[in-house]
């Protein structure tokens, strides 16, 4: 069964960059979407950034003018470049990816990134 595989997250302070990767297991088909979202303690589970096939990506306002998403279809893999971190961007990070091979997204495990001095 194809896992989605992320690194890249840690710790870093305010002001600072992390680039996070989001590499399949295997090739996926007819990849459509590829997305960042993130999930703070005792929050809801939200939209960080999209990407679709054909380039154009999409973010949530919190993030807009920080965060790229980028991807690499031949790898089957999603980046987001991280800048100018802030404490409220402390969460876990996950990948998510919608194929038409597929009947469900498929969701990687999740990195943690906490901003703190």
């Known amino acids: 069964q194809v896992q989605l595989v992320e690194s890249g997250g840690g710790l870093v302070q305010p002001g600072g960059s992390l680039r996070l990767s989001c590499a399949a297991s295997?090739?996926?088909?007819?990849?459509?979407?590829m997305g960042w979202y993130r999930q703070a303690p005792g929050k809801r589970r939200e939209l960080v950034a999209l990407?679709?096939?054909?380039?154009?990506?999409t973010y949530a306002d919190s993030v807009k003018g920080r965060f790229t998403i980028s991807r690499d279809g031949a790898k089957n893999t999603v980046y987001l470049q991280m800048n100018n971190l802030k404490p409220e961007d402390t969460a876990v990070y996950s990948c998510?990816?919608?194929?038409?091979?597929?009947?469900?997204?498929?969701w990687g495990q999740g990195t943690q990134v906490t901003v703190s001095s």
């Open positions: 998510a990816v919608d194929s038409r091979s597929m009947r469900e997204t498929l």
């Open positions: 295997r090739y996926i088909l007819s990849i459509y979407r």
């Open positions: 990407i679709n096939s054909g380039g154009n990506s």
